[in-house]
């Protein structure tokens, strides 16, 4: 493999993983600081291409990203009162509303399971014309990726720090001590999931408005790749200020995109990244355990080894 094909991988796997790193911070924001694990990831991830792909098509390519992040923030408005409101439990919610989204994004699409924007104007068409005599041409993808995670993670950097901000986080730390803190626990898990679900939303507008077509599985295992993804970033940067946090996310979402980059390469079967998924995410899930684990078996084994050169 040459430095060409390597820096084109490399390329490709920055640019998915900027798009897919939104995903990982609508997590962060939902299940790292509110501590709701929301299982509409996929469904909503889907909305966002789909209502971004639609309005994209009608000629406004500006207004599709504001469209699919309000069809986001709907759509976490929904899964957020179906648990305070109505007593679903958060899980149960989440597979609800994503089950309920498979529905409403066939509709939203006209009744199709797949949109074509090969003729579309998007933003990215709009960019790459306007970089198209410049160095930068080639990188009109990753220009935007970028500027739009740039936002959110600053954005994130912020209003974690706010009044509101605080508020949710302390709402999934201690949801009875904010209670007795006059703070509305009910508000601050509403507020949080809308604002989680516009990133999702917003990430699937962009990977579908890059790939110029929208279909009706865009979004599915977005929640596993998410949850390695943050897991991944909780290994290089999981400790320290909410800014070191959350650019570990977008490291995350960097690193799983390279290895499943990687392992498209080298001609793996489409059935077989599905378990490339899993086996990522039992890694990043089993990593801390493990590392805290050797010393231990370093011990037992030393232990084992010495009791055997006793008996020779």
Do not use: W
């Not at 390597?6 to 995903?23: P, R, Y």
């Not at 077509?213 to 949850?227: E, P, R």
């Amino acid at each position: 493999m040459n430095f060409t094909a390597i820096f084109s991988l490399v390329q490709t796997a920055l640019e998915l993983g900027l798009i897919s790193s939104l995903t990982v911070l609508a997590l962060f924001l939902s299940y790292s600081m509110l501590n709701v694990c929301d299982l509409s990831t996929d469904g909503c991830f889907t909305l966002g291409a789909a209502v971004g792909a639609v309005v994209a098509i009608s000629g406004h390519p500006y207004l599709s990203i504001v469209a699919a992040v309000a069809s986001g923030v709907l759509s976490g408005f929904i899964v957020a009162v179906l648990q305070t409101k109505m007593g679903v439990n958060s899980l149960l919610a989440g597979i609800i509303v994503n089950t309920a989204l498979y529905s409403v994004n066939i509709a939203v699409m006209g009744n199709s399971s797949l949109l074509n924007l090969n003729r579309t104007e998007t933003v990215f068409t709009k960019l790459q014309a306007l970089l198209k005599n410049t160095f930068l041409k080639d990188q009109y993808k990753l220009i935007i990726a970028l500027f739009f995670v740039t936002l959110t993670v600053i954005f994130l950097t912020v209003f974690l720090k706010t009044r509101l901000g605080l508020a949710i986080r302390a709402t999934g730390n201690n949801a009875d001590m904010v209670k007795s803190s006059s703070i509305n626990p009910i508000k601050t898990t509403i507020i949080g999931l809308c604002i989680a679900n516009s990133f999702t939303a917003l990430s699937g507008c962009l990977l579908a408005q890059s790939q110029k077509s929208a279909n009706i599985d865009i979004g599915s295992g977005m929640v596993t790749i998410a949850l390695a993804s943050l897991l991944i970033g909780g290994i290089f940067l999981g400790r320290g200020k909410i800014g070191l946090r959350a650019l570990g996310a977008v490291i995350g979402a960097f690193v799983f995109r390279l290895v499943y980059t990687v392992a498209l390469r080298f001609n793996m079967p489409a059935f077989m990244l599905k378990l490339v998924s899993s086996v990522i995410v039992v890694a990043a899930i089993s990593a801390p355990y493990i590392r805290q684990q050797l010393p231990l078996i370093k011990r037992r084994l030393a232990h084992r080894f010495g009791k055997e050169e006793a008996q020779c």
